[in-house]
């Protein structure tokens, strides 16, 4: 076993556990952006998240969900992004699922990606592509 969110999860090595149940794990990321950065685990290992079954990705939800109101409850932050970077070409670094779960203040600075505006056209385009029937 080489991942190491396996290893995490499997008590081989130290985590700063935050909290902890039959199915997820929840620790303080190593490199935070802000601090009470998070990451959610699941203890299978998925190398991201459409490989995850459903009732995992729910498992995680639930944990992510609970975090996020300790964050607000005992660090009192006034909000917080959950953020999953799914596949290398989206920054995906470790390829065991997780979900971060990012403490932001008002006016902190942190800006997430640039937004854009669509041509002409383009999003009827992508949108027959994608569209869901
Ligand atoms: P990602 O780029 O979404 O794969 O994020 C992986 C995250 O894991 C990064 O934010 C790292 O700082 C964090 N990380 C890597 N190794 C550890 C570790 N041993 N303990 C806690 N966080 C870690
Ligand atoms: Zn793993």
Known sequence: MSC????IS?????SYKVY???NTLAFLDINPVSTGHILVVSKK?????EEADEETLCQV?????????S???NLAVPGYNVAVNNDPAAGQAVPHLHFHVIPRLLDDGLKPWPPKKYQENQAEEVLNKIKIS
């Open 71 to 73: 964050l607000k409850k």
């Open 10 to 14: 499997a008590g081989e090595i130290p």
């Open 45 to 49: 290992h998925f190398a991201n998240f």
């Open 61 to 69: 939800i639930k944990t992510v969900k609970k975090i996020g109101l």
């Open 4 to 7: 190491i969110f396996c290893k």
């Open 20 to 22: 902890e149940d039959e």
